[in-house]
């Protein structure tokens, strides 16, 4: 067991981004329940404690409390927001409802750096998000730094190397809030720096091992980051006791299924099942314009054929998923924590509460850019690991109204076109998402002598950082000319080619 920062969670939905932050200073942590007895976290070899924020007052009748004595184990600790008013409320001191609630940006003004802001300027910009505050401080405490709104903003007990801080140093708003992280992890905690991506591999890898014994996982792979990253990291750890499936729903782009069999089968030898459902896709999806039902169908369709694809393959008891944190991370408590349930979370369709399917979920705890990383670590190349997102149905939300397999091969025929014209300007990188979007709209134009009575493509390329916002992105002229002059040259077809110039908001990044 490598030496251990235990995060005790206090139910804040921001416990695993004050984990990921540790993980960004290679220290290895974990995060544990909020009432871990003391004595197993001596038993771990804990050399510091993270106390969270959370979202009760520490006087409530439910609130968490932690067990006392880890303010006796002899290691460090440091409690964020909930966490210093804990420290507060069990070693001495006073906490009291707040009359303003701060919440949002403050600015810190330092006034002993200590350990804690060893290196940082005196005075910072940080964020805050709390109703209650700490009024008298605990004995053998002194306070390092206020906001306007608070005296006790940070505190520090050298002594027994305590430290609580009101503001959320974990959040990208708080200037040097990693550094902060760092100084207690490396300073105080005198941690090691050994926690690194091979290492996430390892212990991920033993992990899977442990829960999955001689047991059969499936995995829905559709080729996208995370599906894939899974894949690879499943496939390490158990080898044949994978099964890949991959469904070719016929709203794929152009070689994309080849794509995946070759990487998959022939590269990895991964056990991957390709089923061929174009058909009854296209059949379910005949005369549907409508986008929410084509989604609706879609969705119920990959449940079906995947759920019959299981039963070809014999007895299964877990399921594969590519699961990122940010997709838990309003839905369910992650290592029991008392976070209100805000919406629960769409596994495939319900599949393993019916099915009786156990979870895997390599990739839990992870953030997208971390999910990269491992992906790269373990050799997927380039082109999977920085993929743009594209969306589970497909060009079936690409083809506007109704879709038939003519409108298919069309958008993928122009999509093949700007995909590449992407790839070799090398802004395929350098933006978020870019594709074609078919429209069923018939233009007149000249092709040589004839005249010419065909469709239109529109080009759809964006930036963004999250896909909550984006804008659409300035590409070279004598890009867009090129890319339009191939698709109308090149795709039979289409007769017109526009470029979509709105940005979200008001417009979606898709068109449906
Ligand atoms: P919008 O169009 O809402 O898209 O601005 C935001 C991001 O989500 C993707 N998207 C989807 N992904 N199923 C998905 O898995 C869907 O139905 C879906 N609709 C949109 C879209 O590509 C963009 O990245």
Redesign the pocket.
């Known amino acids: 067991m490598p030496q251990t920062i235990a995060v005790l969670d206090f139910g804040s939905q921001l416990t695993q981004v004050i984990a990921r932050r540790i993980r960004e200073c290679q220290v290895f942590s974990k995060i544990y329940h909020y009432s871990t007895p003391a004595a197993k976290l001596r038993e771990e070899g804990v050399v510091g404690i993270i106390l969270s924020g959370g979202p009760q007052s520490v006087y409530a009748k439910t609130a968490p409390h932690p067990d006392a004595a880890i303010f006796a184990l002899g290691v460090p600790v440091l409690g964020i927001c909930y966490g210093v008013q804990l420290m507060g409320h069990f070693l001495g001191g006073h906490v009291a409802h707040s009359k303003a609630r701060e919440y949002g940006h403050g600015h810190l003004a330092i006034q002993k750096p200590g350990k804690l802001f060893a290196g940082l300027p005196r005075k910072l910009r940080v964020w805050n998000s709390h109703g209650d505050k700490l009024t008298k401080l605990p004995p053998g405490f002194r306070a390092i730094g206020t906001t306007d709104n608070s005296p006790f903003a940070a505190i520090e007990d050298t002594k027994r190397g305590f430290y609580g801080i009101q503001f959320h140093p974990e959040v990208f708003h708080t200037e040097h809030g990693v550094d902060m992280i760092r100084n207690f992890l490396l300073g105080v905690c005198g941690a090691q720096q050994d926690w690194t991506t091979k290492d996430f591999i390892a212990h991920t890898v033993a992990a899977i091992r442990a829960q999955v014994g001689k047991g059969r996982v499936i995995l829905g792979l559709s080729g996208g980051v995370d599906s894939s990253v899974a894949a690879a990291l499943l496939h390490k750890a158990i080898g044949k006791q994978l099964t890949c499936v991959f469904v070719d729903n016929g709203l794929l782009r152009k070689g994309e299924r080849d794509y995946v069999e070759k990487l998959y089968g022939r590269h990895f030898h991964i056990d991957l099942r390709v089923v061929d459902a174009s058909k009854l896709f296209l059949r379910r999806l005949k005369d549907v314009s409508e986008p929410e039902q084509k989604?609706k169908i879609i969705g119920a369709t990959f449940v079906a054929v995947f759920e019959k694809s299981l039963k070809s393959i014999g007895h299964t008891e877990f399921l594969g998923q590519g699961t990122l944190y940010p997709d838990v991370i309003e839905s369910v408590s992650i290592a029991g924590n008392p976070a209100s349930l805000i919406k629960t979370h769409h596994n495939v369709g319900g599949l393993p509460a019916r099915m009786k399917l156990k979870l895997v979920e390599p990739l839990r705890e992870l953030f997208k850019d971390e999910v990269r990383r491992v992906g790269e670590a373990l050799g997927l190349p380039r082109e999977v690991v920085w993929r743009q997102?594209?969306?589970?149905?497909g060009l079936g939300?690409r083809v506007m109204g109704d879709i038939t397999a003519e409108k298919l091969e069309i958008l993928r025929n122009a999509d093949a076109v700007l995909h590449e014209e992407m790839m070799a300007s090398g802004f395929y990188y350098k933006v978020w998402?870019s594709f074609c979007v078919f429209l069923p709209v018939k233009t007149v134009g000249v092709f040589g002598d004839e005249r010419t009575y065909d469709y239109v493509i529109a080009l759809r390329v964006v930036e963004s950082t999250d896909?909550m916002t984006?804008d659409w992105a300035k590409l070279p002229h004598d890009l867009l000319q090129k890319i339009s002059g191939r698709i109308t040259n090149e795709v039979r077809g289409v007769g017109r080619v526009v470029f979509d110039i709105s940005s979200?908001p008001p417009a979606?990044?898709?068109w449906e």
């Open positions: 989604r997102p594209f969306p589970g149905p939300v998402q896909a984006a979200k979606t990044i898709e």
